[in-house]
Each structure stands twice: as C-alpha cells, then as structure tokens.
C-alpha cells in the first residue's frame, strides 16, 4: 500500500512537470514558437451554410462548395 503512494505522488509529479514544460513552451516569443509549426498554415474556410470557420483540411467537400458538415452539403446541394 505504502509502494502505491509513493508510485502514485511520482506519477503526479512527473505530471506536474510536463504541464509546467507546456506552459512554460506557451509563453516563448511567437518567433520560435512558429518555428517548430509545421510550415504549412491552416487555411481556414467558411461553411456557406451557417458560417462557421473550419480548417480546410476539416471541411466536407461539395460540389460547389466546401461545408462544415455533411449535413449542410446535403442542405446547400441536395446530394
Ligand atoms: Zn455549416
């Protein structure tokens, strides 16, 4: 039992490291962080339907159209 407490608080703390890495990671200077981005952006697009904006590599493709979901491609092109 006593092994489990012990196992337990490394587990934690190797947890709290992580995310303190994270979020340390977060607050570094745009410069850098674009750097380690793949250097593709994502291309955002809006649904012709209800005009949410979706990444394009999300988006259900139409006919005429690129839709946020199967459901508004059906709505705007019947198919
Ligand atoms: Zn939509």
């Known amino acids: 039992m006593k092994l489990l407490i012990v196992l337990l608080a490394v587990l934690v703390g190797i947890w709290l490291w992580k ?3 994270r979020l340390s990671r977060q607050q570094e200077p745009s410069s ?6 793949p250097r ?7 649904c012709p339907v209800c005009g949410v904006h979706i990444p394009q590599s999300d988006a259900v493709q ?4 690129s839709y ?3 459901a508004h491609r ?6």
């Open 74 to 79: 059906r709505e705007a092109e019947g198919s």
């Open 68 to 70: 946020c979901s199967v």
């Open 62 to 65: 139409g006919q005429r159209n």
């Open 40 to 46: 593709q952006a994502q291309i955002m697009m809006s």
């Open 19 to 21: 995310r303190g890495r």
């Open 32 to 37: 850098s962080r674009a750097r380690s981005r």
